[in-house]
């Protein structure tokens, strides 16, 4: 049984959007960079600056994503944006999911925090910026929530150096 052929829609906007993408593009034209599908679950990505808008899209209009379950990030160090984030989202009355996706580069990455929309992402976007160092502008207390306060870097991004603290062993049982 093979994978199921996934639908792009890039920029150009080839074929008809989602009614998920069509509800960002109404609020905020020009968000949406593309769309996909792939084992029945939509992903669409929209651009970094325009992350606040779409989420304020997604909770107040028809598909009322209620529920943010996770915000994730990958670390990409090849790729001109870096860190791609991703926003698991539900609507607890559809019971529809989609995936907000957006990327954040540069040394310093950094992208609005969904906070005002989503109250539940504070620890989840505190996290993000822990391990992998994005800055989140607009978040309530945007501090490490695992390592210590003077952890020095950011341990899940791909140049961090890998290395060890030396552990003392001993006879005595």
Known sequence: ????ARKRRPEGRAGELSDVSTQIEATSPGAVVQEFEDHGELTVEVR???ILEAARALKNGPSQFTLLSGVTCADFPDEP???RL???L???QTGGRVRLRAWAGGLDPQIDS???VWPGADWQEREVFDQFGVRFHGHPDLCRILNPLDWDGHPLRRDYPIGGEEVQFTDAV
């Open 1 to 4: 049984m093979g994978r199921p």
């Open 48 to 50: 970094a600056d325009r």
């Open 81 to 83: 944006g870096r860190f």
């Open 86 to 88: 991703a926003y698991h």
């Open 90 to 92: 539900r609507s607890v």
């Open 114 to 116: 969904v906070t005002s």
